[in-house]
């Protein structure tokens, strides 16, 4: 158990630039999920997959944003002509099959939007 | 509104003292509440984790209460040390069909020498 990687950890980009970032769960965890943190506040639901479907997504998820889990294991979110306001952490977590209360999160992607 | 609702939003307390962190939830159904700590830059860490029945749960220095029926949490530090500055997150899970979490703001806590 090698715990949730997320990468990079750190991303500075300049606005209007697309940024990807990837989430590599606990293994055979089939639940994943994206949140993004502002300073100060508690993470805020993006979407989460159960293996590889895409099963909810916040309204917070504009249409520039896109996650996508193809193979149900690792996990990409991307977001396409970044603004100013998208600067946040981007955590990953995920929950194993079956025991949905456990909650793991990675060390997050820190974003910052120039 | 939020339906997690932390106080204080943060707090300095000396090496060495206790304090207290309080969270109110209107998160319905409930299915069982939980406190992390994040550290700076980090992703959160479980500390506990409580269902409908339990009142208390401890993890070492940590001491997490629920009230169920007054819907209030409350997180203890007993004998704060210096490392225990970070943010303490209380976050409610419910029983909709695919466990939906809800996050508090946090408190802040600073620890000083």
């Known amino acids: 158990d090698t715990g949730v990687s997320q990468d990079p950890r750190h991303k500075i980009t300049k606005r209007g630039q697309n940024v990807t970032f990837r989430c590599d769960p606990i293994?055979?965890?089939?639940?994943l999920y994206w949140y993004r943190q502002t300073l100060g506040q508690g993470p805020e639901f993006l979407t989460y997959f159960q293996n590889e479907a895409q099963l909810e997504k916040s309204r917070l998820l504009s249409d520039r944003f896109s996650a996508e889990r193809p193979k149900g294991s690792f996990s990409t979110l991307e977001i396409q002509r970044t603004e100013q306001g998208d600067s946040a952490m981007y955590l990953c977590a995920s929950s194993p099959t079956g025991n949905y209360e456990k909650l793991f999160f990675g060390s997050g992607t820190q974003l910052s939007v120039l | 509104k939020n339906q997690v609702e932390q106080s204080p939003q943060s707090l300095i307390i000396l090496e060495g003292k206790n304090c207290t962190l309080q969270c109110n939830y209107t998160v319905s159904p409930f299915s069982n509440l939980r406190w992390y700590k994040q550290d700076t830059g980090r992703g959160p860490v479980s500390l506990t984790i409580?269902?409908?029945?339990?009142n208390t749960k401890s993890n070492g220095r940590y001491t997490a209460t629920l009230d169920a029926d007054t819907k209030q949490s409350s997180l203890h530090i007993t004998a704060s040390q210096l490392s225990d500055s970070a943010s303490y997150i209380c976050?409610?899970?419910?029983?909709?069909?695919?466990?939906?979490?809800?996050f508090g703001a946090g408190t802040q806590v600073v620890v000083t020498p």
């Open positions: 409580m269902t409908f029945s339990e």
């Open positions: 976050v409610v899970m419910t029983t909709d069909s695919w466990g939906k979490f809800q």
């Open positions: 293994s055979e965890h089939n639940r």
